[in-house]
């Protein structure tokens, strides 16, 4: 039997199961097998190369990966060149105290003034940065100069509330400009931002707090989702009750509900209206602190990732310029993530304004008030990039391209992908219904700890593959190894690893050296180890196979939960599909997969098994489903990725373990609703 190893051991690990914005330990016990790989069972062979009339254009150049393999410093060094220093940088990397890097050694610089100051000095004042898009319908365009007034009127708050440089600020807010603002105001000051996702409860939100010991904490009566408004002023109340560390409370005035107010409270407009727009910045050191973004849960300690200054706006800034190939002036770029997750940071913020880009920002759902919505906006600010996540693709599939279809999105000419494996069949769905066909599409594959994108195709020069992130941009290494932490070869599969520092890369754990070490330079010497399972195809491309903890073990295979997700997928009945290795007496673990079916699929009686020998014919027999259950939802956190844990505690029979970072909390009833549709078990 292929892949069969004898010698298979069972090792129990302590792994790392990630709940994007938070993540908690799990222990599971797991089969590492040696010398064994994970099954490289599937195959697409489509190649999208890029049109000549893109190539002509864009910002990267196949000379740039040559480039950073001959000088990767040299190449670093022409990237922080992005940026405007108020003193240049000696050493472009220290690397002799690691895993804790230096980057840019000596350089001062100031993170807001790149990002908005500079381009008005330039004389792009009048150029819109933000078109913001309430969900009610309220629209508010803001240029590079209101912006520059807005940010300089809110750092000058927070110096008249106490806030020094160094000093950490919580910010808890809807996706309304201020949470821009807000971000920006404390990277002028020094002050360390910690951004708190405002759909986190009062609980998520006091442990970060205290973890951080936050001075203040930037929040607002409310904000819109679905159509009404929502509170989040009381989270807050609860939250710094009795929390020692916060001396105020700065609230915006989103919604006009009413707020109890307390003698921490202080109003947005009362505060920063009446400040002066004008602000003297002050220069900080190249790793000087930007920001804490939590990504661990109610389940031990809360894990604040520690991003510094030059290094982290270098990287992004670079990204962001050859990854979306972007021109300032020109483009409308819209990212649809919340300004609460790392792309929201990345590609919302620190990027894009540092490029000077004219942005999107949106407040709401996409089916509010109807289902087209997105592309209401793309038409109305005739949008040119779009970066979302695949979990949004594939709602937006099983609504049906008729939706799409009804708004003009001839404006696109670029589509990412970021936070999940992308499937084949949704991959092109978007490039398709979306794309017009003539958008290249980005999968981008990075983490809140790479702070940057790392592994893209670079539109313009990449041959696409619909499904593969590709390969390691210019000036970044990434390699899949064996449990030996020996490179993989060709069709080979194993651990997704980063061997080189980078410098967006995170530089701690806040508080907690000897855990930073442990999480992610300890699983073999001297690497940085993602936490993600990955594999070369034939060509010796990279395609990410999802956290390691989502690799089932059938007899003896190791095959990828995303693998299967995808040949189901590309079956014209399944819009959604979350796959589990649920143990099995006889063959360790069995595939059982979860589907929703499209709004206008065919169902019969046979769709079950026909489901089945699709997936048996699209990889083989082996990663057959077992059993495949037609559910209506599926379990994801508020950030859109799925929750295999609960799946498979649903497979197994088990009572459910933590729910609470459910997006939705009802949707494990809708579940075992589902399960009393139609489902098939093994012949
Ligand atoms: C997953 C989001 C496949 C991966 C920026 C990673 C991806 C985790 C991709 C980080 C992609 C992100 N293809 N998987 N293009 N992008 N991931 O910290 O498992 O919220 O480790 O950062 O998302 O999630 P995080």
Redesign the pocket.
């Known amino acids: 039997m292929p892949g069969y190893a004898p010698n298979a051991t069972f090792h129990c690990i302590a792994l790392f199961g990630?709940l994007?914005?938070r993540r908690v330990w799990i222990n599971a016990s797991v089969r590492l097998v040696t010398s064994d790989h994970l099954e490289n069972l599937l195959h697409e062979n489509r190649h999208f190369p890029p049109s000549p009339e893109f190539a002509e254009q864009a910002n990267a150049s196949v000379a740039m990966y040559a480039e950073a393999v001959g000088d990767r410093m040299a190449f670093w060094d022409e990237q922080a060149g992005r940026l405007s220093w108020e003193k240049r940088w000696g050493t472009t990397l220290d690397w002799s105290n690691a895993p804790f890097a230096k980057w840019f050694v000596g350089g001062r610089i100031n993170v807001a003034v790149n990002c908005v100051d500079r381009h008005v000095a330039d004389g792009f004042g009048d150029q819109v940065a933000i078109h913001f898009e309430g969900e009610p319908g309220d629209t508010r365009a803001i240029t590079y100069r209101e912006l520059q007034d807005e940010v300089s009127q809110a750092a000058n708050a927070l110096t008249a509330l106490g806030i020094e440089a160094g000093d950490r600020v919580a910010i808890y807010l809807p996706m309304i400009p201020e949470a821009v603002i807000s971000m920006l105001a404390c990277a002028r000051i020094g002050a360390p931002h910690s951004v708190v996702f405002g759909g986190f409860s009062a609980e998520a939100l006091r442990s970060r707090i205290d973890d951080a010991e936050a001075k203040l904490v930037i929040t607002s009566d409310g904000g819109y989702r679905r159509g009404a408004p929502f509170p989040l002023k009381p989270a807050v109340d609860e939250a710094v009750a009795d929390a020692p560390t916060v001396e105020n409370v700065l609230v915006v005035r989103r919604t006009g509900g009413e707020v109890v107010w307390t003698d921490k409270d202080v109003w947005w407009h009362e505060l920063v209206g009446s400040q002066s727009t004008t602000h003297d910045p002050e220069y900080f050191d190249s790793e000087h602190p930007l920001f804490i973004l939590y990504?661990s849960g109610t389940t031990g300690k809360p894990k604040g990732i520690l991003h510094t200054s030059g290094g982290y706006l270098t990287q992004t800034s670079y990204t962001h310029n050859v990854v979306f190939d972007h021109k300032p002036g020109k483009d409308v770029y819209w990212c649809t993530a919340d300004v609460g997750?790392?792309?929201g940071h990345s590609y919302i913020v620190y990027g894009p304004l540092a490029n000077r880009a004219t942005q999107v920002l949106y407040e709401g759902t996409p089916d509010t008030p109807h289902k087209g919505r997105w592309w209401e906006i793309i038409e109305k600010y005739r949008v040119s990039i779009l970066y979302t996540a695949p979990t949004a693709i594939r709602t937006f599939a099983k609504w049906g391209r008729e939706i799409p279809n009804e708004f003009d999105l001839t404006s696109l000419r670029l589509l990412g992908?970021?936070?999940?494996?992308?499937n084949p069949a949704a991959w092109i769905w978007y490039r398709n219904v979306i794309g017009g066909d003539r958008c290249p599409i980005v999968?981008?594959?990075?983490?809140?700890?790479t702070g940057a994108i790392m592994i893209s195709p670079l539109p313009g020069v990449t041959a696409t593959k619909p499904g593969s992130?590709m390969d390691p941009i210019p000036g970044i290494s990434a390699v899949v190894v064996d449990d030996e932490g020996k490179r993989v070869g060709r069709s080979e599969g194993g651990y997704l690893i980063l061997d080189e520092p980078w410098p967006a890369m995170l530089r701690g754990i806040w508080g907690d050296n000897e855990r930073y070490v442990e999480q992610y330079w300890s699983r073999w010497p001297d690497v940085y180890f993602?936490?993600?399972g990955a594999k070369y195809d034939r060509e010796g491309h990279i395609w990410?196979l999802?956290?390691v903890e989502d690799v089932m073990n059938v007899s003896g295979h190791r095959i990828s939960t995303a693998e299967v997700e995808s040949a189901l997928v590309s079956h014209d009945a399944i819009a959604e599909a979350a796959v589990v290795g649920a143990n099995d007496d006889t063959t360790g673990q069995a595939i059982v997969a979860f589907v929703i079916l499209r709004v206008h699929a065919d169902v019969s009686e046979g769709t079950v098994e026909d489901i089945r020998s699709h997936v048996a014919k699209e990889i083989g027999p082996i990663a057959k489903p077992k059993r495949v259950m037609v559910v209506n939802e599926l379990p994801k956190t508020r950030?859109g990725k799925i929750m295999r844990r609960l799946l498979r505690d649903v497979a197994e029979n088990r009572s459910l373990g933590d729910v609470s970072t459910l997006a939705d909390p009802n949707v494990m009833a809708l579940i075992s609703d589902g399960l009393n549709g139609p489902s098939a078990d093994d012949d």
């Open positions: 990630r994007r914005g990504t997750w790392i792309t992908s970021v936070g999940e494996p992308i999968d981008t594959w990075w983490q809140t700890e992130a993602a936490g993600d990410l999802g956290r950030s």
